[in-house]
């Protein structure tokens, strides 16, 4: 129940910035982790097969799902579940970043530069912001699926500039999904959330990573 004058129960308010706090260092504690666990992945993956990267790919989004149901039952299972995550994405990934290391490294540094410049800035906007993003995070969601299907049409449809319109939409969604998410770590006090809270916003990197890679590897297109 809220109390009716809040001003009268000042350490009220003092808890909740201490446990909002919390979330967000044990949040960003995971997502570094798991960041780590990703690299250790892609360093030991590096040898492997394509065929051997969809397989992880599919049991590190197993492990993924997992976590929705093990976040209701045990908070040990859920962090073990995040970290099986970041290594299986990271095995999953190892050919491909193997082959830019190869090919074109720059293209790999200047993403990853662009990449923590994207977060940062549409990280502290998000977390910044008063304003209620509900609506940019329903628009943001919707615009995601419209943006896998438009993936499926490039596999069957040659679109001029096809890679870099999809690439340049996943930035634009993603810099929405990143400032909904970082509010949402600054709105929550669950301190037993910040494992999921970690994965959302360790995809949101991900995948801008991904993005970049795309577009600053087109100097190689062929």
Do not use: C
Not at 28 to 36: D, E, I, K, R
Not at 112 to 137: C, V
Not at 150 to 157: E, G
Not at 212 to 217: A, H, K
């Amino acid at each position: 129940m809220t109390e009716p004058y809040p001003y009268l129960y000042p350490q009220a308010g003092v808890q909740t910035r201490d446990r909002t706090h919390t979330l967000f260092a044990q949040t960003m504690l995971f997502v570094a982790g798991t960041a780590a666990l990703f690299a250790l992945g892609a360093y030991l993956g590096r040898d492997f097969s394509g065929g051997a990267g969809i397989l992880f790919y599919i049991l590190g989004f197993a492990s993924l799902i997992g976590m929705q149901f093990a976040a209701r039952r045990s908070r040990e299972l859920t962090i073990g579940l995040l970290a099986v995550f970041g290594l299986f994405i990271g095995l999953a990934l190892a050919p491909t970043l193997a082959f830019y290391a190869e090919q074109d490294p720059q293209a790999l540094w200047q993403s990853g530069g662009a990449t923590a410049l994207f977060i940062a800035g549409f990280g502290i906007a998000g977390y910044a912001t008063k304003r209620d993003l509900s609506a940019l995070a329903r628009i943001s969601f919707w615009a995601l699926i419209g943006l896998i299907a438009f993936s499926i049409v490039l596999i069957f449809v040659n679109v001029p500039n096809g890679a870099l319109i999809y690439a340049i939409l996943g930035l634009v969604i993603f810099a929405g999904l990143t400032m909904v998410d970082f509010q949402r770590l600054r709105r929550s006090t669950d301190i037993a959330s910040a494992p999921l809270m970690a994965a959302s916003i360790f995809l949101d990197i991900l995948n801008v990573f991904l993005f970049f890679l795309q577009i600053f590897s087109r100097g190689d297109d062929r």
